[in-house]
Nanobody, 121 residues
Framework: QVQLVESGGGLVQAGGSLRLSCAASGRTFSSYAMGWFRQAPGKEREFVAVISWSGKNTYYASSAKGRFTISRDNAKNTVYLQMNNLKPEDTAVYYC??????????????WGQGTQVTVFS
């Protein structure tokens, strides 16, 4: 079992930055790929970024590439999402998830409760 708790969301002006954190409980954190997803009001949850268990492999949605960076610290059981040059369309609830390295919701077994990111122009 893995429990995930996101933090770091908030209200930010367009062009600004936020760093999301996802703290995991459980001794098996380092065996899971970790993903970030987001869900805007009235829309389906969508993939943002994923990082392999070792941290050596990452993949980003086209909307995130060049602006967001996913990283992890297995010693701290934490995964991060650094978000730069934020846009109003990035407004969503952001979720971290643990599971297999993939882009689909079904690739992940464990989910956090989410953290709200609101970007205003």
């Amino acid at each position: 079992q893995v429990q995930l708790v996101e933090s770091g969301g908030g209200l930010v002006q367009a062009g600004g930055s936020l760093r999301l954190s996802c703290a995991a409980s459980g001794r098996t954190f380092s065996s899971y790929a970790m993903g970030w997803f987001r869900q805007a009001p009235g829309k389906e949850r969508e993939f943002v970024a994923v990082i392999s268990w070792s941290g050596k492999n990452t993949y980003y949605a086209s909307s995130a590439k060049g602006r967001f960076t996913i990283s992890r610290d297995n010693a701290k059981n934490t995964v991060y999402l650094q978000m730069n040059n934020l846009k109003p369309e990035d407004t969503a609830v952001y979720y971290c998830a643990a599971g297999e390295y993939g882009l689909d919701l079904d690739d992940y077994d464990y989910w956090g409760q989410g953290t709200q990111v609101t970007v205003f122009s």
